[in-house]
Every structure is written in C-alpha cells, then in structure tokens.
C-alpha cells in the first residue's frame, strides 16, 4: 500500500494519537476534521460528511467513525462510505463493544453497510474509554464522587492510545481484513474500583455513587451535552450493569503488537499535576 491514509476525526480523542502513529510509521497522513487543524507530520484537511470527495482524493485506506454526540450514524456516515467504496478505499470503521448484538443497533447498521460494501474493511468496536475520566466523568472527578448508573458491573476500560494503536495495525496490513475487534483493558475493574485506583493520581478522595438513569441524564445535559446523546450514554450503561463489558479480549496485542495498557498506567499518563490538591 503507498496511497495516502484519511483519518477522520483527527484531533479527536483517538485520532490524534493515530496519526501521530501513521507519521511515526512513515505513512502519509490526510488529518481530517471540520475545522483543520495543523498536525505535525500530516496534512490538514477540512471533511465534510455529506461531500467526502475532496478529502478522499489520492487516499486508499480510511479511518472512519461517527463524531461524539451525533444520533443518527447512518445517515452521517454513509455518504463516505459509499464514495470510498467507489474508489476502491479500504475502511477502518470504529464503532463500539457490543453493537453487533442486534443488527438494529445503528452504529451496527454502519457496519453493516461497510461490510457490504466491497471494499477490504476491518471493523473495531472498542469498550468504554479510560479517557472518559478525563472527559466526560471530568467534573464528578473533580467533586469527589463519580455518579454514573453502571450498578456494580465492571468494564475492561481501553486507554485511547491502544484504539489507535489498534487501527494503525489495521491500517498497515491487509491480514486483518474481514474481520472485527472488540478492544480492551486487560482487566475489568467496577467504577468504585476505579474511583479508588484514580484517588491516589488525583490527591483526593474519589468516591462512587451509583446513579439512576434519570438523574444521570440531568447532570450530562447540564454539563454540555445534548439531551439526546445524554439518554444514548444512559442506555449503554445498561451493558455494564448486567456484565457485559466486563470480558477481556487479546484484540489489542493482537492488532498493534503490544499489551494494553491498565488504568493505572492511563492515569499515570494522563492525570493532570495541576488538579492535584
């Protein structure tokens, strides 16, 4: 493969780390997003959803996934993948654990259609991130107690930089073609498990206080969010609470040649010294 690889998403909380990867690695990198922004190493493009012929110009390997936030997946993304499928370009479509439990799942109706496309794809469906704490569950790290409606159920957390790991060894050898990964962790831990593992990183007690659905959907609207994408986090917590993502998979050394990395070594990473008190 000598073509250029599109990375859409390219400042996002994976595709940063995948295009540093690719650059890394030698490949010629097309970083995608709707406001371009300079990468080191890469070329900058502006992508449009609905009209991706520009951005796949000269590209023969993409990087695709639906933005945080958005609720119709198909509707988005097909548009790219049908343009990509006319110029023969192999996808990487991330989607997420567990989707292909029914095939009225949209983001599985994604997978579906590049499955069906015929083109080479290999589909990555990783578990929840170790970022969120960062993100999403910032603002109860930050008051002490992590209020989220996961129950007692435990997720194998996957640190964003073995996601695109994963997808730069996908993206490097047609040997995974056809096939699909469930990325995570190598262990599953509850979130009080969590909460107590992240105090030590950020100098506070972090507590945990399993939530209803109702009132986690207030605090993530009122936190930024959007209403609808709000009650979506809502309903894929229900997974966690019965079990379901607390398998471990070999998805990740298998994909990029290396362990996953703990939650423990996420926050050793990541935890900002600054919030530290």
Same mark, same amino acid.
């Given at each position: 493969m000598s073509g250029k690889i599109l990375v859409v998403g390219a400042t996002g909380t994976v595709g940063r780390h995948l295009v540093a990867a690719l650059v890394a690695k030698g490949e010629t990198v097309k970083a995608a997003s709707r406001t371009p922004a300079a990468i080191a190493g890469a070329e900058s493009v502006a992508f449009d959803f609905a009209d991706p012929a520009a951005a796949l110009e000269g590209v023969d390997r993409l990087y695709l996934l639906s933005p945080t936030g958005h609720l119709d997946p198909v509707g988005l993304l097909t548009p790219v993948i049908t343009e990509a499928a006319r110029r023969k370009v192999k996808i990487v479509l991330q989607t997420a654990m567990g989707v292909d439990a029914d095939d009225n799942i949209p983001l599985?109706?994604?997978?579906? %259609? /590049?499955?069906?496309?015929? /083109?080479?794809? *290999?589909?990555?469906?990783?578990?929840?991130?170790?970022? $969120?704490?960062? @993100?999403?569950? +910032? =603002?109860?790290?930050? $008051?002490?107690? &992590?209020?989220?409606?996961?129950? $007692?159920?435990? #997720?194998?957390? *996957?640190? !964003?930089?073995?996601?695109?790991?994963? !997808?730069?060894? %996908?993206? +490097?050898?047609?040997?995974? $073609?056809?096939?699909?990964?469930?990325? @995570?962790?190598?262990?599953?831990?509850?979130?009080?498990?969590?909460?107590? &593992? &992240?105090? +030590?990183?950020? =100098?506070?007690?972090?507590?945990?206080?399993? #939530?209803?659905?109702?009132?986690f959907v207030a605090a993530m609207t009122k936190a930024g969010l959007n209403e609808g994408y709000a009650q979506l986090l809502a309903a894929i917590f229900h997974p966690v609470r019965e079990g379901w993502t607390a398998s471990v998979t070999d998805a990740v050394e298998k994909l990029s040649g290396h362990a996953p990395r703990s939650l423990e070594q996420w926050a050793k990473d990541n935890v900002k010294a600054s919030v530290a008190q």
């Open positions: 599985r109706q994604v997978e579906l %259609a /590049v499955e069906r496309s015929g /083109v080479p794809f *290999v589909i990555l469906r990783p578990n929840w991130f170790a970022d $969120n704490f960062e @993100t999403y569950w +910032k =603002g109860d790290i930050l $008051n002490g107690t &992590l209020r989220v409606p996961a129950g $007692n159920g435990a #997720t194998s957390l *996957v640190d !964003a930089r073995d996601i695109a790991d994963s !997808a730069a060894g %996908a993206l +490097k050898t047609d040997r995974f $073609n056809g096939q699909a990964f469930a990325l @995570t962790g190598p262990e599953a831990l509850t979130y009080a498990q969590a909460a107590e &593992l &992240l105090s +030590k990183h950020y =100098g506070r007690t972090i507590g945990y206080q399993p #939530t209803d659905d109702q009132t």
